[in-house]
């Protein structure tokens, strides 16, 4: 189920097939539009500071050591914005800051890196304070949705930048970015659909603790992703009109139960008829033939 809009994918195509053979221009780092503030990124151009090079495209600043791998990189960028911002119905804050999004290309530089900027030693790409640190293989071409998932919460930064639930947001980025990086892909030749992973019953973390978490628990790690990213779906199919509306106040923090209940009060007056309702539909299909065909 995907609340994208053939539309929306089919015109977000044609401009990805149409800027795919545009190399991205290296543009002189003082003549760049905008500085990024945040400490990291100058922490990442202080490793090796003779190969990086820049560019800019109109969202976002890009640093990076050979065009040919920042180019793919800048279009899936914009893909992935210009579907964030369709989707849910935002225009360009006026006073917009562009994002910074740093390409580092050998292991040893991004271990510097993760050492300078004190990271876990497990991070193959981070996004901090509205900037975006990554690795990119030289040698793969794709790398599932997980450029797109953290473009998304690059987006997600600008229009709410007091913050939104780590729930919501790590299940949107999940949830755009399997849909659009499939039609990313499918413009390019490549057979690809998104999927949504179904849980078992007995594995789902209870909905108060889910909304209410602060940092993904270790040991359960995955199912906090895929559920989120269920949860996400499921209230964006149940009414667009009402998901949005959902998504301003969360992102006004306002508490979940009150954000539901004025959202949502003709199917989800409160938040225990929701979880029961989310619960048949996060497990549905779990462990069968159609919940593995879906997965392929």
């Not at 050591?65 to 911002?85: D, K, M, W």
């Not at 509205?130 to 599932?144: A, D």
């Not at 949705?145 to 953290?150: F, K, Q, R, V, Y």
């Amino acid at each position: 189920m995907s609340i994208l809009p053939l539309s929306i994918l089919c015109a977000l195509t044609a401009y990805a097939q149409l800027n795919d053979s545009t190399s991205l221009a290296e543009v002189e780092f003082a003549q760049l539009t905008q500085r990024d503030p945040n400490p990291l990124g100058e922490k990442a151009l202080s490793i090796n500071p003779t190969q990086w090079k820049h560019g800019e495209t109109e969202h976002f600043i890009y640093h990076f050591v050979h065009s040919y791998i920042a180019t793919p990189v800048s279009v899936e960028a914009e893909f992935h914005y210009r579907v964030i911002a369709k989707e849910l119905e935002r225009n360009q804050p006026a006073t917009d800051t562009k994002s910074h999004v740093y390409v580092f290309e050998t292991a040893q530089d991004w271990a510097q890196f993760q050492g300078l900027g004190e990271l876990e030693k497990w991070t193959g790409g981070i996004h901090s304070g509205g900037s975006l640190f990554i690795v990119r293989n030289p040698k793969q071409k794709f790398s599932g949705n997980a450029l797109g998932h953290e473009i998304v919460h690059l987006v997600i930064h600008r229009f709410y930048p007091d913050g939104v639930p780590l729930w919501f947001n790590e299940g949107i980025a999940q949830f755009i970015s399997k849909s659009a990086t499939s039609s990313y892909q499918r413009a390019r030749g490549y057979i690809s659909k998104p999927h949504s992973i179904a849980i078992a019953l007995d594995d789902l973390i209870p909905l108060p603790l889910l909304v209410n978490a602060t940092r993904v628990p270790n040991d359960h790690v995955e199912t906090f992703y895929n559920e989120s990213e269920r949860l996400v779906r499921f209230l964006a199919a149940e009414d667009k009109a009402s998901f949005l509306l959902f998504l301003d106040a969360l992102g006004r923090h306002q508490p979940f139960e009150t954000a539901l209940s004025r959202n949502y009060a003709g199917k989800f007056p409160t938040s225990a008829v929701l979880e029961e309702k989310f619960r048949e539909y996060a497990s549905k299909d779990f462990g069968t033939t159609l919940q593995q065909a879906d997965a392929d």
